[in-house]
């Protein structure tokens, strides 16, 4: 049997209908695992469930939640556990961005950008954490990004909530290590998703209103990452499949960057 084999785990992913989440999703999916995909869009969340359990033979579950609210996310792992028959392997992949200078960064933002990046890692691990203590086993992947290590301009909410994401995997991990349950932080670089598509006018504005598309995302991004490419996001789903793996029952409190050498600087 591989150290891959996820047959018999059940994975719940937040924001895992898109982007980075779906890729997690698809690549535990390879490995056997069953899905509790979690979106703010239940029909969006839905369709990926049908894709990937199609594609790949295995149950998969889709939930609409809210991960700012705690109580509701309470509920949602207490249906998914109840409906899949235990949860295994949590990734916490939803997040936002907003962009703009410290000066005019609205307070509104900010707030967002913090509950959603930030708390709401929190209010699912919590809400997960009984059900992994009864496995006796447990993995815990946070999406952080490379500013969670360092920062750059214009993102400061961003900035801090990932910051704070790094912070909590390690106090999280300290906490599971006893009982079987690693927690870990993915710190990505430029993956080439709605998020940083998303960016592009707020970016054009902050650098240069003349600037094309390849040169705001040069600025932005691809000037930190030695590689000069954009990272596409099957290369997270591949490590965070082997995050749930038990070839890395010894890997926790880590932050581990896949950033084309960003952090490196």
Known sequence: MSALD????VTLVTGGS????????????KEGSDLAIVDLDLAQAEATAKELAAAHG???????GDVRKAE??????????????????????????????LPEFPEDKWNFVIDINLNGIFHVTKAAWPYLLQRKRGRIVNISSVHGLVASPFKPAYIAAKHGVVGLTKAAALEGA????TV????PGAVMTDIIRNQIPELRAAYGPDLSDEQVLEKAFLYAMP?????DPTEIGHLAAFLCSDGAMSITGAAIPIDGGWAAH
């Open 6 to 9: 996820a047959h018999g785990r």
């Open 18 to 29: 898109r982007g980075i989440g779906r890729a997690i999703a698809e690549a535990l999916a």
């Open 58 to 64: 295995v149950r998969a579950r889709a939930y609409a």
């Open 72 to 101: 509701e996310m309470t509920e949602l792992c207490a249906s998914a556990a109840k409906d899949l028959g235990g949860i295994d392997h949590v990734v916490n992949n939803a997040g936002v961005q907003f962009v703009s200078p």
């Open 178 to 181: 006893e009982a079987g349950i």
């Open 184 to 187: 870990n932080a993915i710190c």
């Open 227 to 231: 590689t000069k490419r954009m990272i």
